[in-house]
């Protein structure tokens, strides 16, 4: 059996600019989705999240639509390697789907990572990249495969789409709290919109794209100098293009806004927008910012940030 592990995603700096060929800076999340996998008569998949125990799937082209990623994923292999044996996949782990905290990119990287290792096809990290942002492509229609990356490379990232760039930033730990809306928000139509307002407005968006791009390139040295008051300057400003890209929302700003009044040095959605996750980083007083997040409808989510990219045994 060979089981493997990918973690989650916060993204920290310059979503929605990262789309259009821009610097965004991301972390990988404790949170680790598992994949196992062995090989057996028939193709067949379990899934703990969504609750499917032994879906066969039949010739991979009846897929059913909670399971997209996961068949995509292995009919993409299987194409591309040529593979004729069976194989039987169980998924689970603690990176849930509800957070908006990348378990779509980390499941593509555990299946594609998995049948590589069952079946020993070498599939160096780069190689893994390209095809796992294929997949992801695939499935979505859009995304800079920022989550890809994360999913494989973890740590912290400054990454360009399509993977032009994959650094690591030199940073252990980063101290963030972060707060989720409790609204589930679905990516692709939200970076559909930008789109849309984009062929409206090029010129108004570029200036915002670039404004975003030097934020996050400059965050990404004050992060590995650990100067936290400047990094949470650089959200403010962050999350002032985030509102005047039209993708923050009044549960976001009241959560911003409360973790701004008790002290935060600063604070952003993080991710699509809309719904799904803000992030702080707190100055002393790291309880007084979670209260408030708290206080304004918000749930604080304990997560370790700056973990381990994929892992397989
Ligand atoms: C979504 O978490 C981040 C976006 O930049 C989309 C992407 O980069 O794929 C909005």
Redesign the pocket.
Known sequence: MVSVSAPGKL?LFG??A??YGKH?IVTAVDKRLIANLQRSKDISINSMDYKIRNYVLDKLDKLPSELKFVSSSIRYFYDKYRIKGGVSIATGGTLKSSY?LGSSSAIIVCIIKGLAKLFRVPLPNRTLFDVSYKINRLVQG??????VASAIYGKTLNYVAGGKVIQKVKVKDLPLVIGYTGIKAH?PT??KEVANRYRENPEYHDDIFDDIDKISLKAKDEIEHKKWRKVGSLMDKNQELLRKLGVSSFKLEEMVNAAKDAGAYGAKLS??GVGDCMIAIPDGSVEAVKDAIKEAGGQVISIKVNADGVKAN
């Open positions: 993204m979503e929605h990262v789309v965004c908006g859009a995304g800079s495969g920022f989550d990516t939200i970076v991710g699509a």
